[in-house]
């Protein structure tokens, strides 16, 4: 596989008691981390077009097809991009895309089609088609990440591009019944971060029903938080990442996050409330 650099870390099983099955699909999995440097170089036209094939193949609730990804070529446009997330690499990646709720295609093939898109018989702007579309970009957007990966590219999920929806609505001129999702940015690795640890298993995967003894995953959350504390992240200056548990004390307060709700969809001419 171009570009794959080999396991880092063999993973047992959190309770050792099952083998992981290696091969490359696998591995490429297991090794997979956000890549948040990039080499300078140009993604060929080629490689532009199976990524985008692959996110296409993504499974689409009720066969809607409901996203589009928006690639952002304009150097000004970037910029602003960057501005609002905060993130220079959102400039600086090269290539990048914005995933959004795209329900206005369809309203338009309905309406060709002689449904009133203005009267209540119209669906696709209600709660639960904008949240199933918000999964389908979601999941073309991870199809078109693991695809880059497996041919030796990184990438990264920017959700802070939604710091300012309705800036990012403007800029990229986005009609009525659409709504921005996600960006990805990818590229040529310009790092090898480690891998990032994930908690165990058992306390993610759960059988039957939701289990939540508190007591139990507290415990085996403590050897998670340790294995976080000892996670050099490279945007950390060199400082191990904070526990686990710390980490999430913090982001559960964090204000932030007000500006980035639903309020902006029914501008888009989504009704949430249905
Ligand atoms: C929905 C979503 C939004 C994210 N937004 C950002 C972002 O704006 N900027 C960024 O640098 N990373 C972002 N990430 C990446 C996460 O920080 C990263 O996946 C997480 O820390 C785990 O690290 P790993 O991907 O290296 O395993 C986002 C990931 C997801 C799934």
Redesign the pocket.
Known sequence: MPGFVGIRRVRLDNEGMAEIIHNQTVDALLN???I?AFEPDEIDDDTIATLELCAQHAPSSMYLNDWSAIRITDPEKRRKLAEI?R?S?IGTAPLLYIFVIDEHRNAQIAQRMGVDVESGEFTLNTSYRFTQAQNDA?LALQAMATAAESLGLGS??????LGDIDAVIDLLELPQFTYPV??LALGKPAQQ?E??PRMPREVQFMENSYFGDELTTRTRMEAFDAEVHTYYDL?NDGRPEETFSKQIAKKAVAQGVLQSGLDHAKRQGFRLDR
């Open positions: 997979r981390c956000s948040r997330g993130q690499y979601t990264v999920v920017l959700g802070t591009v996600l960006g971060p891998v990032k945007r």
